[in-house]
T-cell receptor, first 114, second 113 residues
Framework: DAGVIQSPRHEVTEMGQEVTLRCKPI?????LFWYRQTMMRGLELLIY????????DSGMPEDRFSAKMPNASFSTLKIQPSEPRDSAVYFC????????????FGPGTRLTVL | AQSVTQPDIHITVSEGASLELRCNYS??????LFWYVQSPGQGLQLLLK??????LVQGIKGFEAEFKRSQSSFNLRKPSVHWSDAAEYFC???????????FGAGTRLTVKP
């Protein structure tokens, strides 16, 4: 079983550039989550989807961040324009059910904004 | 909304010694509780979870945790730590019928030879 797939694994970009992070959840899973992990703030939930519909985006830091899930097998997290303070590891996770359940995490994307 | 506190940022134990990592939660109803482990450069992996029933739950890699409602705690234990257990451990709390899960700040475990 493939697990949650994230790409790229590492991204280095310059301030002001657009960044797109990608996630493929486990097949058959109905919920998808985006998290950000930093030393200062720990693991933060940014947004989650149930059945491809965004349910709670209150964790999205500001309008520069947007997330989409056009179908059950793909999601993107976009930052436009990027800033150095966006540097972090971004995790995608998925779970089978739309209620509280085990989340399966991808390996993460380490983003560095110069 | 629910929240989690992990009082210990960093713990060091000797290999073979017992381990207890503390977790306290805040939630008005019956919580759903989880422990995850994160090895360096990796995503989080579930160790165990509590939804209902027996308050002592067994997980993978020889870990167990006990839910104590009176203390709002869900401490993680292992009787004998192995060097490969060195990692960061996260406690998390979820609400019934709500996929919004909150993670603690994590406890970094170092294992001395």
């Amino acid at each position: 079983d493939a697990g949650v797939i994230q790409s790229p694994r590492h991204e280095v970009t310059e301030m002001g550039q657009e960044v797109t992070l990608r996630c493929k959840p486990i097949s058959g899973h109905n919920s998808l989550f985006w998290y950000r992990q930093t030393m200062m703030r720990g693991l933060e939930l940014l947004i989650y989807f149930n059945n491809n519909v965004p349910i709670d985006d209150s964790g999205m830091p500001e309008d520069r961040f947007s997330a989409k899930m056009p179908n059950a097998s793909f999601s993107t997290l976009k930052i436009q324009p990027s800033e150095p303070r966006d540097s972090a590891v971004y995790f995608c996770a998925s779970s089978v059910d739309t209620t509280t359940d085990t989340q399966y995490f991808g390996p993460g994307t380490r983003l560095t904004v110069l | 909304a629910q929240s989690v506190t992990q009082p210990d940022i960093h713990i060091t134990v000797s290999e073979g010694a017992s381990l207890e990592l503390r977790c306290n939660y805040s939630y008005g109803a019956t919580p759903y509780l989880f422990w995850y482990v994160q090895s360096p450069g990796q995503g989080l992996q579930l160790l165990l979870k509590y939804f209902s029933g027996d308050t002592l739950v067994q997980g993978i890699k020889g870990f167990e945790a006990e839910f104590k409602r009176s203390q709002s705690s869900f401490n993680l234990r292992k009787p004998s730590v192995h060097w490969s257990d060195a990692a960061e451990y996260f406690c998390a709390v979820g609400a019934y019928n709500n996929n919004d899960m909150r993670f603690g700040a994590g406890t970094r475990l170092t294992v001395k030879p």
